[in-house]
């Protein structure tokens, strides 16, 4: 492993700001930030935390959870919150289908999945962060009628994202088909991560959902 990677990992798991699986007081850490009343929304295999950072700029008195496996994309995320003094940003490096050991039932009010592995192959569906599967694991923890928000790149990612809600007897509260031809677009979906500069680059148009289940 390279030495900077390892310097990072290092670091990582210095951060008063990120809780790790590996880490036995995790769940104490995390539950340290999250002490008190407010809104807490979370955004999964959040990367280098574009997003996260975002919401934490734009929604400053709510708590905001980057989630993520990898710890190295995690680092990029967590050193800018230091960075920026976002007190209200914290990191989860944990395995997204474990949500619920890590969160209450009825405690989420909103969740953001920008630009997840759309996981092409027929057999792996199961991994798409938009499966029934997943979709119960977040019925669990969200408050109800939280909202949840999906920006993609994949169309094929999109239309099964869509079929899942309404076979999971959810709704589409708002759907828009390549984002970037809209008016007035709301500036939280401006936000671009660094897999939508580079999907933008190659031509490819964008597309979000707004959902409850």
Sequence with gaps: MPKKKLQRFAELDKFKNVAQVNQVDAKEKLNKFLAGDEKIILELACGKGDYSLALAQKFQTQKIIGIDIQGERIWYGAKKSQEKKLNNLFWLRIQIENLEEYFKKNSIAEIWITFPDPFPREKQSKKRLTSPRFLDIYKNVL???ARLHLKTDDQNLFDYSIQSIFDTKGSILEQINNIY?????????????????????????????????
């Design 143 to 145: 408050i109800p009628k």
């Design 181 to 213: 031809k809209q008016k007035n677009l709301p500036e939280i979906l401006k936000v671009k991560t660094d897999f939508e500069r580079k999907h933008l680059k190659n031509g490819k148009s964008i597309n979000y959902l707004k959902f409850q289940l």
